[in-house]
């Protein structure tokens, strides 16, 4: 089967994804909160940043590496953080741990993922990032370093953008709660896929284990009251301050929309910016994420980071033209996953590639740092 000829594009991807994901775990992944006004923003201003073609370069192949925190990647993008990956297709982070190894990108664990950071150590590569959700006890926090350096991730991400629990309505109505039970309702539609329901049985019904360690989840609770929100606190910058005293590495601060914030944070010493409006799932009254870049790039020298709205190559020429150095997907890798399994992920990666350099090709851009230049006045 030529993947490419059956799913050229990440829609196609979501599309088969749909009819293979069960309806309750669908809209855990594709869902915003409010109105899911944010999510649409996130699209529809992306689709306003333009270029001018540029014509009379010959012949050239594009040059997509990307250099951050001293590492040179094949390609300016990796996979985000995405909390209970293993509920959206079975075992989904050690595959995409696995895949993001393989071609030699960064991949981010979440405090609420269904496996431990130990679990992902024999496949995890040399760019293993971890993402974290604040802990309030200072004990659980120092453990939680501890066992994400010593399984071999290399960079942390701490999420500002999550103070409070949002109401992803959708979600809710859904029926899901954490940790996950299937009732006879949620029972039913995950029977209607087979694929999902047999790779779970397999797996065991996902929970997130690295918190599990931390606390009773004894209790059903809704999927937006889990475990992660009784032991989280909502950060300040007396705790930022904390957690770089007690990270050696790259410190990556996510969730980030203005630009006083990315200058204090590089006061305050932070090795890059992570603009983020966790995809439309946080707050409905949000900017898109590319409105907001130009904006903190201006404000900081660090490498900054961008995600939210993603849907192929263009948008990641987008928002490197922009002032992004990295972008990051999380829902596109799960469409991957749901569509097409462990191959998922790999063929998503030829996409995005080969996407980015046809637009280049257009632009009569050879590198990246070339599109800057082909930008259409906004």
């Known amino acids: 089967m030529d993947l490419h000829q059956r799913y050229p594009a990440i829609s196609d991807l979501k599309a088969r994804a749909r009819r293979r994901i069960p309806h309750f775990v669908w809209e855990y992944l594709d869902s915003g909160t409010g109105t899911e006004a944010t999510l649409r923003r996130n699209r529809a201003e992306l689709d306003t940043v333009l270029f001018r073609p540029s014509i009379l370069h010959g012949e050239f ?18 996979i985000a ?4 990956s293993g509920l959206i297709w079975p075992d989904a982070e050690r595959l995409l741990a696995a895949a993001a190894a393989k071609a030699g990108l960064p991949y981010a664990l979440s405090t609420v993922a269904s ?21 309030r006890d200072p004990e659980i926090r120092a453990d939680m370093l501890r066992r994400a350096r010593a399984a071999g991730f290399s960079a942390l991400i701490l999420t500002v953008d999550v103070p409070v629990a949002s109401r992803r309505e959708r979600q809710t109505r859904s029926g899901l709660t954490q940790p996950p039970k299937l009732t006879p309702r949620l029972l039913a539609q995950a029977a209607a896929r087979p694929a999902w329901a047999l790779g779970t049985l397999r797996m065991g019904m996902p929970r997130m284990r690295l918190m599990d360690g931390y ?25 930022l301050k904390a957690l770089r005293d007690d990270w050696e590495g790259p410190l990556i601060v996510k969730g980030v929309l203005n630009g006083d914030d990315a200058a204090r944070l590089q006061d305050e010493g932070a090795d890059a910016i992570w603009v983020s409006n966790h995809a439309g799932r946080q707050f409905d009254a949000a900017p898109a994420t590319i409105e907001a870049l130009p904006e903190v790039r201006i404000a900081t020298t660090l490498p900054v980071i961008f995600d939210s709205g993603i849907e192929g190559g263009l948008d990641i020429l987008r928002a490197l033209a922009l002032g992004a150095d990295f972008v990051m997907l999380g829902r596109a890798w799960h469409y991957a996953l749901g569509a097409l399994g462990a191959a998922g992920p790999a063929h998503l990666v030829e996409i995005l590639a080969k996407d980015m350099a046809a637009n280049m090709g257009q632009l009569g851009a050879r590198r990246l740092a070339d599109l800057a230049g082909r930008l259409r006045g906004r």
């Open 61 to 78: 192949n594009a040059d997509l590496t990307a250099r951050l925190f001293g590492h040179d990647f094949p390609l300016p993008f990796g």
């Open 81 to 84: 953080p995405v909390g209970m």
């Open 115 to 135: 496996q431990t950071p130990e679990a992902l150590a024999p496949v995890l590569g040399a760019q293993g990032w971890f993402q974290m959700y604040p802990p």
């Open 215 to 239: 606390a009773d989840t004894s209790v059903s609770r809704s999927s937006t009251a889990h475990v992660g929100y009784l032991l989280r606190t909502s950060p300040d910058w007396d705790y």
